[in-house]
């Protein structure tokens, strides 16, 4: 019987086409919130160094569109023609090219999910997506795979980029950040070695009281891997459900351990019935994020280290050893510094949370390099509000601020209280008698001018410092520490000026909860 041989037609790349793509294949896999990326952006497509970045986007997924149909039309949009160097390249152009073929459908899907809550949303165009893979000579395990990074660099996108706003260099910096602790400085490595792996990676979140940590891990939470699976037409996993949050100085010191790690029915007082804490309740490829993490005591602090060293946990009352295979983000606004040498947090643990350790700019930092900053907040948090861009109530809300707080307001509180204050002038037209005082314009002024003039006792001054150092910096311990002075002296100090302020008909501040 005669032999019969199969000719498989080669192709190769035009020396255009591979800088081309070469070009292409840095740029999908760059930092979408670096200046790399707009660099590589105006190269591929020409366009002059002022044309809008978005702009700039648009005419890149154009051109690698066009480029993608030429090889189509040849017949050689099909890795299996390319040697090694060429198929690499032409792996990441492909996936770009079909990326933003459904980017919308992605965006459509994120907000499905937000709706349906912790029930995978079905994925209507997934086979859809799964066959242009399969045009492109993807093989199916690798259609599936890249399908699910696809959608996993989507939420990325849509989480930090919408809910972290701002175009300071520290909030630009943030976003940064944020997408290398998804993806690690280099996603081709991350989708070579890690995308399975990222629960050894713990992150800690440093920043005052209000800046946004949560809404920080939230980002990082709901943008890990989830797998596809073709069976069921949906991800395995709901992205709302794989992000557990907890805020640990809510709980009396003998329900964390409980509210951890779960109990038995029994195993003490008041347990009637089984209860799974947020390690069990923790899905394999979901986050735990625990806020005030700082306040722990150190025997929960143990039982925690061992969380992360051993990846086991016991129940309360239970001698049953389960896992946890989840991702770990904690969170403080206290000065772990000054607590680990006082022996207040634990050495280890502290080096077992930072794998990356995240720091959110408070609002004045922001508003310092970029004053136009808070317009963009302003509109931000109306435009949340209310479900849609409205000009004449976002004007009013900064006529109010301008007028009540004034330009140069440190905003103490950060974000939550700007979100609060917009609250209330939505409602009253005002901020009221409970908003803080303009530090800068009355406080700051009044000590130096008193301080002149010897018009204050050494007691006085030191309440006053104390006082404009705490509604800067929001926490006890901060003040303590750059006055140098005890923490319950401080703490009388902020007091005892907050009922003179009080008294004096001025704004006293809330005290911590």
């Not at 930090?160 to 300071?168: A, E, P, V």
């Not at 940064?176 to 081709?188: A, G, S």
């Not at 709901?222 to 709302?240: A, L």
Request: with cysteine; hydrophobic share 35%; proline share 4%.
């Amino acid at each position: 019987m005669p032999y019969i041989f199969c000719m498989v037609k080669r192709a190769k790349l035009s020396d255009e086409d591979r800088d081309f793509f070469d070009l292409v294949s840095r740029a999908a896999f760059c930092n979408p919130f670096g200046e790399e990326r707009a660099e590589l952006d105006q190269k591929i497509t020409g366009c002059p160094a002022d044309t809008p970045h978005d702009e700039c986007i648009d005419w890149t997924i154009r051109r690698v569109q066009e480029r993608v149909l030429r090889l189509a039309g040849n017949g050689e949009a099909d890795l299996r023609l390319y040697s090694a160097q060429d198929r690499q390249n032409l792996q990441a152009a492909f996936m770009f090219d079909i990326f933003h073929r459904v980017a919308d459908r992605f965006d459509a899907l994120i907000q499905d999910q937000i709706q349906l809550g912790q029930v995978p949303s079905p994925v209507p165009f997934a086979r859809e997506t799964l066959v242009m893979f399969s045009e492109r000579g993807f093989s199916f395990p690798e259609s599936i795979r890249f399908f699910a990074m696809l959608y996993q660099i989507r939420r990325a996108f849509y989480f930090i980029n919408r809910s972290l706003i701002g175009s300071s260099p520290s909030m630009r910096n943030l976003r940064l950040h944020l997408w290398n602790n998804v993806f690690t400085h280099d996603i081709c490595w991350y989708e070579q070695y890690l995308w399975n792996r990222m629960e050894d990676f713990s992150t800690l979140l440093l920043g005052e009281t209000g800046t946004g940590k949560g809404t920080a891990a939230a980002a990082i939470g709901r943008s890990g891997f989830i797998p596809y699976d073709e069976k069921r037409g949906c991800f395995t996993e709901s992205f709302t459900r794989n992000f557990i949050a907890i805020n640990l100085s809510q709980f009396a010191e003998s329900l964390i351990e409980s509210e951890l790690f779960g109990h038995k029915k029994g195993a003490f007082t008041g347990a009637v019935e089984h209860h799974d804490g947020v390690f069990t309740r923790c899905t394999p490829y979901g986050s735990i994020f625990l806020d005030e993490v700082g306040d722990i005591s150190v025997p929960i602090q143990v039982k925690l280290l061992q969380v992360l060293e051993d990846r086991t946990f016991m129940p309360v009352g239970s001698h049953r050893q389960l896992r946890f295979s989840g991702r770990v983000i904690a969170a403080t606004n206290r000065p772990l510094d000054e607590h680990r040498r006082k022996g207040q947090f634990r050495e280890d643990l502290f080096y077992r949370l930072c794998s990356d350790v995240i720091v959110v700019p408070p609002l004045r930092q922001r508003l310092r390099e970029e004053p136009k900053e808070l317009d963009r907040m302003i509109a931000h948090v109306v435009g949340r509000l209310i479900g849609e861009d409205s000009e004449e109530l976002i004007q009013m809300v900064r006529e109010v601020i301008g007028s009540e707080l004034g330009l140069g307001y440190p905003w103490p509180g950060n974000v939550r209280e700007l979100e609060q204050a917009v609250r209330r002038i939505l409602l009253t037209k005002r901020i009221g008698p409970d908003s803080g005082k303009n530090i800068s314009r009355d406080c700051v002024p009044c000590l130096f001018c008193q301080t002149e003039n010897g018009a204050m006792s050494a007691r006085e001054l030191l309440e006053k410092y104390c006082l404009l150092l705490y509604e800067r910096f929001g926490n006890y311990e901060e003040v303590s520490r750059r006055t140098q002075l005890d923490r319950r002296t401080v703490k009388k100090y902020i007091l005892q000026g907050q009922k003179v302020r009080q008294d004096g008909f001025e704004s006293p501040t809330e005290e911590p909860g």
